[in-house]
């Protein structure tokens, strides 16, 4: 399992001030919002606060006005397994902090669409906003991202992004790591199907495939490298184009589960065997990499702790900087060595 990045920022927040006072952070945040605590426990907190000369944020002081913390999520694509994780974490914390979700979705993947999804969260009440790729990517540096002035959460964005707090992996380490899996192996030509350039991803993740390659001494060769757009379809057409190189691949590595669900689907009905005459790597461990045959080896990323952990930081009034959570590479049936 990779280790997560270190936090550098060491400023004094809601957690330090419950862990201080003895209480949770949910309490601390109570005590901010005026509500109702018992005394002997909002005298805890503010001791505590006064001694720690804690001062709450700007998110914090945004929550610490509303009456309660209406979170705003938008998404576009609901049939998507990251789309149905995300939501999970983000019910599972709300239940537990006393938030409300609010969902909207959006049809486009541009910044006309993302600016109008934002909007509308806004126009109904929310006071804060948890915004999934490719939405957080597209609107960071905006001039809306500029005129925001609830706390904003990027969820998994495909790298730290400079205005905006972000919970997410390290997504090229990651890369980095499954390619270097498939190198130890023995495989030498190795395939990559990218996400659309509308995901950082479509950069990070290559990234970490192209510097695992490298530091194996194996010229990169981008006639190995297919686009999808993370659905199952684009990978069946990014699998075909390189099943159909001269000298194909033997092994393929692909951007998200989806895709290399559909290489994996493609291989059979050309005969292929899994993994004897091809390996097939994925990225997420969404439910689909247990379904197909052979199951599929994967990064695992947390998509319901990232969205857990984002709702508690709006809680805690914590909406700052990068926090990075563990991934793993999980080994399962859909690699092995290369054919002789």
Not at 30 to 59: C, F, H, M, S
Not at 204 to 223: N, Q, S
Request: hydrophobic residues 45%; negative net charge.
């Amino acid at each position: 399992m990779a280790r997560a990045p270190r936090r550098s920022s060491k400023a004094i927040t809601m957690a330090t001030v419950a862990e201080h006072a003895g209480v949770s952070t949910m309490t601390v945040s109570n005590v901010i919002r005026g509500r109702n605590v018992q005394p002997a426990l909002r005298d805890a907190v503010n001791r505590a606060i006064v001694e720690l000369n804690y001062r709450p944020n700007a998110a914090a002081q945004a929550l610490a006005s509303a009456n309660a913390l209406k979170v705003g999520i938008a998404y576009r694509n609901s049939q998507n397994a990251f789309l149905s994780a995300l939501l999970v974490g983000a019910l599972n914390a709300a239940t537990d902090v006393g938030a409300q979700l609010v969902l909207h979705q959006y049809t486009t993947a541009d910044r006309a669409g993302s600016e109008e999804s934002i909007r509308a969260l806004l126009a109904g009440g929310c006071n804060a906003l948890l915004l999934p790729p490719p939405l957080c990517e597209i609107i960071s540096g905006s001039a809306m991202r500029a005129e925001l002035t609830v706390p904003v959460i990027a969820l998994s964005p495909g790298s730290e992004l400079p205005d905006m707090a972000s919970v997410r992996i390290d997504d090229a380490g990651a890369a980095r790591e499954m390619t270097r899996h498939l190198i130890e192996l023995g495989h030498r030509r190795i395939g990559f199907i990218r996400a659309p350039d509308v995901h950082i991803v479509s950069r990070t993740r290559l990234e970490g495939y192209r510097d695992a390659l490298t530091e194996a001494g194996i010229p990169f060769d981008p006639a190995l490298v297919a686009d999808g757009d993370l659905t199952f379809d684009s990978g069946l057409e990014a699998a075909q184009a390189l099943f159909d190189l001269p000298d194909p691949p033997t092994a393929i590595f692909a951007s998200n589960d989806d895709m290399a669900a559909a290489v994996v689907s493609l291989a059979h009905r050309r005969g292929m065997h899994i993994p004897n005459d091809l390996s097939v790597a994925g990225f997420d461990d969404s439910p689909i990499a247990i379904k197909i045959w052979p199951t599929l080896t994967t990064i695992r990323q947390p998509i319901v702790d990232i969205a857990e952990r984002a709702v508690q930081l709006l809680a805690q009034g914590t909406v700052e900087g990068t926090s990075y959570l563990h991934y793993e590479l999980i080994r399962r049936p859909s690699t092995d060595a290369p054919p002789r």
